[in-house]
């Protein structure tokens, strides 16, 4: 039978406190200990490990990209160390019902932030609870950190690139049509003869950074329509802010066309269903495990999209 390996749990708190306060002369603070003792535990573990957790930057330590896996593995080991010293002490909320789940997601800035809400909603309708955090930014920005077990999750409207150099898992969560939208006063109008009546109509366009944008300019080419481009808009909400003011015509996936109406007081006009918007989630693993992306997965395949495949 192989030797079992045990962690130092003292080691780890002497990491997990200089990772935290930032320094080892705060540290050293915080536990009483002196800055040759914890530094000496450190490389204790480091060796254990066979890693280096942290690395020099300027007069300052930072986090390795294996410290800041082990920071987070660390920081959930001593909030359920102290979980149970509350629960025998009888400290314990009763109506908290235990420590909820942590969930650490990044948000495609490119993603519609109505998507987003209707593709995590359902994490937050679990029995288990779920302490949900919320980033968001570019999608390789993103990607990097899930590479190194910042995040757990990345919703995005397009797969990674096989140029990344990220293991990472694309998990295709539904696809949905295009509706374009106008103000109510102004929807009768162009509804009549769609979608020649788009030409020469106000739009406003998201950036030529997303899919939605190629989709939609190749769709206007091959309809011979020439919209009058009066904005280009990286956040998708702020395109529909200004879309709810009537300064122009905009797209959105139909998924959410019911939403969008109530929010923003605008009408559908006409949709395209030639033009696909898809939606994925990215994890490292290739079989989802956490509660909530194994929510999320069901609910959009089976509610939001449609039944779709397990994964592209």
């Known amino acids: 039978m192989p030797r079992m390996e045990w962690l130092n749990y003292h080691h780890l708190l002497y990491f997990w406190t200089v990772a935290k306060e930032g320094s080892v002369t705060r540290a050293s603070e915080q536990l009483y200990l002196s800055q040759p003792t914890i530094s000496a535990q450190i490389r204790a573990l480091e060796r254990s490990l066979g890693e280096k957790l942290f690395v020099k930057s300027g007069r300052h330590l930072a986090l390795s990209e294996m410290g800041r896996v082990v920071f987070r593995y660390a920081d959930e080991i001593f909030a359920l160390g102290r979980e149970l010293s509350d629960t025998v002490k009888g400290r314990a909320k009763a109506h908290v019902g235990g420590r909820p789940v942590r969930f650490l997601v990044g948000i495609a800035n490119v993603l519609p932030k109505l998507i987003a809400y209707r593709l995590l909603k359902p994490a937050l309708e679990l029995s288990e609870k779920i302490y949900i955090v919320c980033k968001e930014d570019r999608p390789e920005r993103l990607l ?66 997303t899919a939605l944008r190629r989709s939609l300019d190749q769709w206007f080419e091959a309809q011979q329509v020439r919209p009058a481009v009066v ?69 959009a395949k089976s509610e939001l999209f449609g039944q779709m495949p397990e994964t592209a």
């Open 231 to 299: 904005g280009e808009f990286e956040d998708s909400a702020l395109l529909k802010v200004f879309g709810q003011t009537g300064l122009g015509l905009f797209a959105a996936p139909a998924a959410i066309t019911k939403e969008i109406r109530e929010q923003y007081g605008v009408q559908p006009i006409g949709q395209i269903d030639t033009i696909r918007e898809r939606f994925y989630a990215i994890s490292v693993e290739r079989k989802l495990k956490h509660p909530a992306v194994l929510a999320i997965s069901e609910i």
């Open 144 to 209: 990097a950190e899930l590479a190194v077990h910042d995040l757990d999750l990345v919703l995005t409207d397009a797969p990674v690139s096989p140029h990344m150099k990220v293991r990472a898992y694309n998990h295709l969560l539904g696809e949905c049509g295009v509706t374009i939208f106008a103000l109510a006063r102004s929807a009768s109008l162009y509804r009549r003869g769609f979608p020649s009546s788009l030409n020469g109509a106000p739009f406003l366009l998201p950036t030529d950074n």
